[in-house]
């Protein structure tokens, strides 16, 4: 009616010590209020984006979720959540590092097709930008090489979406982004 394409933002923050499990049970009760609240709204799904985390364990949980993991159980939350009207699913990186936030994004996308209905893509800050900021440091003579880690994130990111990104050896993408107490 008005033109505007929502981009709805649920986030389940990683600060804790809870377990992937425990993210994806959260995770579906939102999702699951998340578009009951669409609903009784009339908005229309089909033009439509949900910018959710990936499912994961928290910051400081002792054990760490594999990426078939977080692609498993993050489609699975996805599928019992998010009706197949919706057009995409837009994965903020939630303080992942650069490389994790494209190697979980990648393994979502080589599941079978069935299970995910939706396209799913990335829409990061931090995971997209942090190498770029710390390469430029400010001072123009450094804008060239910034601008080539800015297109290599996004090739990883554009190929990661495809299914077809092979990782990275880059060790400035494997710095992790978490901040605690993360505030917008």
Not at 139 to 162: D, G, P, W, Y
């Amino acid at each position: 009616e008005n033109g505007l394409v929502p981009i709805v933002e649920p986030e389940i923050l990683q600060d804790g010590v809870h377990t992937i499990e425990t993210d994806a049970y959260v995770t579906e009760r939102v999702l699951t209020a998340v578009f009951k609240a669409l609903n009784d709204n009339h908005i229309l799904l089909e033009g439509c984006l949900l910018k959710p985390n990936m499912v994961t364990a928290g910051a400081e949980c002792p054990v760490r979720p594999t990426s078939e993991e977080i692609a498993r159980l993050t489609v699975r939350t996805l599928a019992r959540t998010v009706p197949p009207a919706l057009v995409g699913v837009t994965f903020l990186s939630g303080g992942q590092s650069e490389e994790m936030a494209s190697v979980n994004l990648n393994a979502m996308n080589v599941l079978p097709k069935e299970r995910r209905p939706w396209a799913l893509t990335f829409s990061y800050g931090r995971a997209l930008q942090a190498s770029t900021i710390k390469t430029w440091s400010g001072k123009a003579e450094n804008t060239k090489a910034a601008q080539a880690v800015l297109l290599a994130r996004a090739k990883a990111n554009s190929e990661a979406q495809l299914g077809k990104y092979q990782g990275s050896s880059d060790a400035t993408a494997n710095e992790s982004n978490y901040v605690k107490n993360y505030v917008y």
